[in-house]
């Protein structure tokens, strides 16, 4: 028997497709789309394409490594995170850390930024946090939060690499939030005593 296909995931699986055609528009204008929409960089307030890449730069990236990277991360931790805390709030985050890390990079940065890693690393704080039951905090979020700051901190200070760190841990700092201070949809741990 044969088995449909369902979209089972629509935020994420639509990220995933708003990523991949902003990548192929980027190669085909030569990287023109990347700069225009697709990346977040200082410029003035009255700019109104300043307001459409402060939430597009996440969409953009700059190869396929960098894409596929972010892609295969959100496409493993994204669905589970929308099964428990169901799409809006998904949206919600994904929005949120699109427009804080566009903020920060604008504000302290002059160089342009692009890529969803600072949504993947909210969705990965927050899925250490789907097991908060009220007894206590989960030591697999610790492991998680030590080892993710902990790298992202090393990287920002001691290597040059390119890498926005500081949009890395503002999405983390967000999905940690989202994770202490929003519950997961009733009935998910229906099965679990």
């Known amino acids: 028997m044969i088995r449909k296909i369902r979209y089972n995931s629509p935020v994420i699986l639509t990220f995933t497709i708003?990523?991949?055609?902003?990548?192929?528009?980027?190669?085909?204008?030569?990287?023109?789309?990347?700069?225009?929409?697709?990346?977040?960089?200082?410029?003035?307030?009255y700019d109104f394409l300043f307001y459409i890449r402060l939430v597009g730069h996440v969409f953009g990236h700059a190869n396929?490594?960098?894409?596929?990277?972010?892609?295969?991360?959100?496409?493993?931790?994204?669905?589970?995170?929308e099964e428990k805390y169901g799409s809006f709030t998904v949206a919600?985050?994904?929005?949120?850390?699109?427009?804080?890390?566009?903020?920060?990079?604008?504000?302290?940065?002059?160089?342009?930024?692009?890529?969803g890693s600072g949504i993947v690393f909210a969705l990965i704080m927050l899925?250490?946090?789907?097991?908060?039951?009220?007894?206590?905090?989960?030591?697999?979020?610790?492991?998680?939060?030590?080892f993710y700051f902990g790298?992202?901190?090393?990287?920002?200070v001691f290597v040059d690499d390119n890498i926005a760190n500081l949009a890395h841990i503002s999405g983390g700092v967000i999905g940690c939030l989202f994770g202490v201070f929003m519950k997961p949809r009733l009935g998910v741990y229906k099965n679990i005593q």
Do not use: D, Q
């Open 151 to 156: 790298h992202e901190i090393y990287s920002g």
């Open 18 to 45: 708003i990523s991949f055609v902003a990548f192929v528009a980027n190669i085909i204008t030569g990287g023109i789309s990347n700069r225009i929409l697709f990346s977040v960089y200082r410029s003035s307030l």
């Open 127 to 146: 899925s250490s946090l789907t097991c908060i039951k009220g007894e206590g905090i989960p030591l697999t979020f610790v492991f998680v939060a030590v």
């Open 92 to 115: 919600i985050v994904m929005f949120i850390t699109a427009v804080v890390t566009g903020i920060i990079n604008s504000v302290f940065f002059s160089t342009a930024m692009l890529g």
């Open 64 to 81: 396929w490594e960098h894409f596929s990277g972010n892609i295969i991360m959100l496409l493993l931790v994204g669905p589970l995170v």
